[in-house]
Nanobody, 115 residues
Framework: QVQVVESGGGLVQPGGSLRLSCAAS????????MGWYRQAPGKQRESVAM???????NYDDSVKGRFTISRGNAKNTVNLQMNSLEPEDTAVYYC?????????WGQGTQVTVSS
């Protein structure tokens, strides 16, 4: 079994910053690509940022220059530093790890950007 657990999130004012963290554990042998997705009310889940096991990153255009994804020191951990947050960033953020073609998801963490 694979468990994915997110932490961080919360309420922040426009222009503020938040940091999300994620750790995947269980029967995982090796390092795998991880990423962050988000889903706003009434919208489909969308990719925000991805990071390969080697550290190559990819971002959605809407967050480029504001969000930074990075691998943690421990195996199969990933962080998302979110700066210059906008109300449009409000969503439930989900961590994902792709293991040999199988997607595993965290339970999601709420990020709300509001004054």
């Amino acid at each position: 079994q694979v468990q994915v657990v997110e932490s961080g999130g919360g309420l922040v004012q426009p222009g503020g910053s938040l940091r999300l963290s994620c750790a995947a554990s269980g029967r995982i042998f090796g390092n795998y690509p991880m990423g962050w997705y988000r889903q706003a009310p009434g919208k489909q889940r969308e990719s925000v940022a991805m990071c390969t096991s080697g550290g190559t990153t990819n971002y959605d255009d809407s967050v480029k220059g504001r969000f930074t994804i990075s691998r943690g020191n421990a195996k199969n951990t990933v962080n998302l530093q979110m700066n210059s947050l906008e109300p449009e960033d409000t969503a439930v953020y989900y961590c994902n790890i792709k293991i040999l073609g199988q997607d595993y998801w965290g339970q999601g963490t709420q990020v709300t950007v509001s004054s």
